[in-house]
Structures are given as structure tokens and as C-alpha cells.
T-cell receptor, first 113, second 114 residues
Framework: GAGVSQSPSNKVTEKGKDVELRCDPI?????LYWYRQRLGQGLEFLIY????????KSGLPSDRFSAERTGESVSTLTIQRTQQEDSAVYLC???????????FGSGTQLSVL | AQSVAQPEDQVNVAEGNPLTVKCTYS??????LFWYVQYPNRGLQFLLK??????LVKGSYGFEAEFNKSQTSFHLKKPSALVSDSALYFC????????????FGQGTTLQVKP
């Protein structure tokens, strides 16, 4: 597709379960970001991948959160032992890197009951 | 560490009046600065960016922003607001001296009333 694709669009899970969120960036984009947006709030940086460099994980809120990216393609964000405070929209974005603009996906709405 | 601040949670303007949405930043090197907009029930969209050069940059939908290095600010402006401009606006910054991450402000809700 032409844009950044995220799946699932909605995820409802029970507290304590693990979830995996997927992001398909635009082909050729070397940079990939994950952000979290709680209801009515700003974008919280989680993790940043740039090419083959080591990812910047400085925004991950706890060791329950992890993310992987294979080369310059798909990325998955995994949340283990989900908590109610993890409920949010998780946004993925990709870009050509450097000063180039980000293209955002539509997000995954995660609800932890 | 880089940071960005949007001091106003909400800005209210009347249609046809000029609008300003404020943003200040902090980076160790030269900044790359961006504005993004989030319309209700729609994804985030790029509006404009400053990398280098002319301090006044023009973007989509008639918006512009002015880079002020001495005040470390990058305020978003539009000469004449439209009701359809009502949305959530985010300022973002990255340190241009390295391949660092893009950090967003908390966002400012713009409400344009007829």
C-alpha cells in the first residue's frame, strides 16, 4: 500500500495478557517510530529505529515493552503482562530519515480491561 | 536532552481573525522543527518544517511558522482562521546534529468559532 499500515486497528485484552502490535512502513523508509497517545493527550515517544543502527529505546516506559524491526520493513511492538494504564492509541510513523517528514499510520486502539 | 513545550492547552479564535499557536524548544544542536495537525477521527498530518534558511516557512492550508533562534520559538500562524482549522496541533523537534528522535509537544487544541 501507499501509506503506513497498522494492525489491528482495535485490540481489547484482559489485564495480564500479552499483546503484539504490527506496523508496515512505507517502502524505502529507513526511519520508523512508535508513539503512544493517551486519550486527550500528546504523543509520547516510545522507540525509534533508523536503518541498521541500534534503536533508541529511551522512551519505553518499562521492561514490559519491547519492539523489533527486521531490516527496513515490518516492526512489532510487544507489551507483556498488560496493565490498565497501557490503554491508549499506539501510533507508528515512518520517514526517509534525517529532516524528512513523518507519515503516520491510523494507529491501534488498545483497551486493557 | 531535547524537549518542546506548547504552553497553551487550547486557543480560541473567531473565524477570519489571525491565529497563533505557540511552541518553544530546547536542543543541544541546530533544530529541525515541525508542525503536525490531527483532525478529529483522522490521522496526524504534516503541516510544515524548518530545517535551515529563511526563518519564515510556509506550509499546507495557508499556515506558516516563524523560527526565532534567540527566543528558541517556532510559533504557528495563519492570517485568517477558518472553522475547518479546528483541530489538535503538535509542534515537534529533533536535534539536527545527529540522527536523533523526533519529540512532540503536548499539543494545542485550536477552536475556531463562526
Amino acid at each position: 500500500g501507499a501509506g503506513v499500515s497498522q494492525s489491528p486497528s482495535n485490540k481489547v485484552t484482559e489485564k495480564g495478557k500479552d499483546v503484539e502490535l504490527r506496523c508496515d512502513p512505507i517502502s524505502g523508509h529507513t526511519a520508523l517510530y512508535w508513539y503512544r497517545q493517551r486519550l486527550g493527550q500528546g504523543l509520547e515517544f516510545l522507540i525509534y529505529f533508523q536503518g541498521n543502527s541500534a534503536p533508541d529505546k529511551s522512551g519505553l516506559p518499562s521492561d514490559r515493552f519491547s519492539a523489533e524491526r527486521t531490516g527496513e520493513s515490518v516492526s512489532t511492538l510487544t507489551i507483556q503482562r498488560t496493565q490498565q494504564e497501557d490503554s491508549a492509541v499506539y501510533l507508528c510513523a515512518s520517514s526517509l530519515g534525517g529532516p524528512e517528514k513523518l507519515f503516520f499510520g491510523s494507529g491501534t486502539q488498545l483497551s486493557v480491561l | 536532552a531535547q524537549s518542546v513545550a506548547q504552553p497553551e492547552d487550547q486557543v480560541n479564535v473567531a473565524e477570519g481573525n489571525p491565529l497563533t499557536v505557540k511552541c518553544t524548544y530546547s536542543v543541544s544542536g541546530n533544530p529541525y522543527l515541525f508542525w503536525y495537525v490531527q483532525y478529529p477521527n483522522r490521522g496526524l498530518q504534516f503541516l510544515l518544517k524548518y530545517i535551515t534558511g529563511d526563518n519564515l516557512v510556509k506550509g499546507s492550508y495557508g499556515f506558516e511558522a516563524e523560527f526565532n533562534k534567540s527566543q528558541t520559538s517556532f510559533h504557528l500562524k495563519k492570517p485568517s482562521a477558518l472553522v475547518s482549522d479546528s483541530a489538535l496541533y503538535f509542534c515537534a523537534v529533533r536535534d539536527g546534529s545527529n540522527t536523533g528522535k523526533l519529540i512532540f509537544g503536548q499539543g494545542t487544541t485550536l477552536q475556531v468559532k463562526p
